[in-house]
Nanobody
């Protein structure tokens, strides 16, 4: 199984980015796909998840700014991030959890390598 995250970069506060995570080696439609992030010196935190049924959940601080979606035909999950803030600076990871939709990182079976998002003020 491989999860390949991409789309990170440097953006000014108020700007936007769209992250992508391409999955291979698994039955994509059977997995909940989550995004997590880890800022320097901080623990990894939950961002959003789309369940295997397509139901979405967000961390409270991301609601209204971030949108998770997926394209089953492309085995890809996306994270649209709008109105970015400097505190959104982190490495963003995608992860796969079979038949799951949890915010609990230890429940995830597979992880991508991460993509760095830097938001300048």
């Amino acid at each position: 199984v491989q999860l390949q995250a991409s789309g990170g970069g440097l953006v000014q506060a108020g700007g936007y980015l769209r992250l992508s995570c391409a999955a291979s080696g698994l039955t994509f439609s059977s997995y909940g796909m989550g995004w997590f992030r880890q800022a320097p010196g901080k623990e990894r935190e939950f961002v959003a998840v789309i369940s295997w049924r397509g139901i979405t959940y967000y961390a409270e601080s991301m609601k209204g700014r971030f949108t998770i979606s997926r394209d089953i035909a492309k085995n890809t999950v996306y994270l649209q991030m709008n109105s970015l803030k400097p505190e959104d600076t982190a490495v963003y990871y995608c992860a796969a959890n079979k038949y799951g939709s949890t915010y609990y990182s230890a429940a995830y079976d597979y992880w991508g390598q991460g993509t760095l998002v830097t938001v300048s003020s």
